[in-house]
C-alpha cells in the first residue's frame, strides 16, 4: 500500500513549482535593465528561500538533520539576496562564487550522508548522482562559466529550474522508497 501525502510532500511540491516558476520569470526577464536591478535580483533570491526554510520546518524529529541542506540553503539564499538589495557594490559574479562554494559544500554533505546509510539501493544511487551533480554545478559557478553567456540572468533562471527538478525527482524518490 502506498503512503498517502504528507506536509512535507505539499511543501515540496510546492517548493518546486516556485523554483521552476522564478527560473522561468528570470529567463523571460532577463535583459541588461534587470540583470544591474539589483533589487530584482536579490528579490528572486529571497524568494527562492522560503520554500527551502518549509522544507525544514515541515520534518521534525531525528529526520531535521537529514534535512539540514534545506536550512542551509534557505539562509544563504535570503542573506545574499538581502546583500544583493542592500549593497549595489555586489555583483552576479560574487553571487555565483557564494552560491558555487556551497552546492559544492552541499553535494559533500549529501554524498556523505548517503554514504552512511546501511541501504545501498537504486534510489540511494540516484541521490549520491544528484549530490555530484551539485558539487560539479558548484564548480562550474566558482570558476565562473557563466561568463561564457551573454546574459547572467539565462544561467541564473536555468540554475532556477534545475533546482525545481530536483525538487521533483526528490518528492518522486522518496515516494517510490515508502510506496
Request: net charge neutral; charged share 15%; hydrophobic share 60%.
Amino acid at each position: 500500500m502506498k503512503r498517502k501525502f504528507s506536509i512535507f510532500d505539499y511543501v515540496l511540491l510546492t517548493a518546486m513549482i516556485v523554483h521552476i516558476i522564478l527560473g522561468i520569470l528570470v529567463i523571460v526577464f532577463s535583459n541588461d535593465a534587470f540583470e544591474k536591478n539589483n533589487i530584482f535580483i536579490g528579490s528572486i533570491l529571497m524568494a527562492s528561500g522560503v520554500p527551502s526554510l518549509l522544507i525544514f520546518l515541515s520534518v521534525n524529529g531525528h529526520k531535521n538533520f537529514r534535512k539540514f541542506p534545506y536550512l542551509v540553503s534557505s539562509i544563504i539564499a535570503f542573506v545574499i539576496g538581502l546583500i544583493f538589495i542592500l549593497f549595489n557594490e555586489i555583483t552576479l559574479d560574487h553571487m555565483f562564487l557564494a552560491i558555487g562554494i556551497f552546492d559544492i559544500v552541499r553535494g559533500l554533505y549529501e554524498i556523505v550522508d548517503a554514504s552512511l546509510e546501511i541501504k545501498v539501493n537504486k534510489l540511494e544511487i540516484m541521490e549520491v548522482a544528484s549530490a555530484v551533480g551539485d558539487v560539479i554545478f558548484g564548480i562550474l559557478l566558482c570558476i565562473k562559466l557563466s561568463e561564457g553567456y551573454k546574459n547572467h540572468l539565462i544561467f541564473m533562471g536555468a540554475a532556477l529550474l534545475l533546482i525545481g527538478v530536483k525538487f521533483l525527482l526528490d518528492l518522486i524518490f522518496d515516494l517510490k522508497s515508502h510506496g
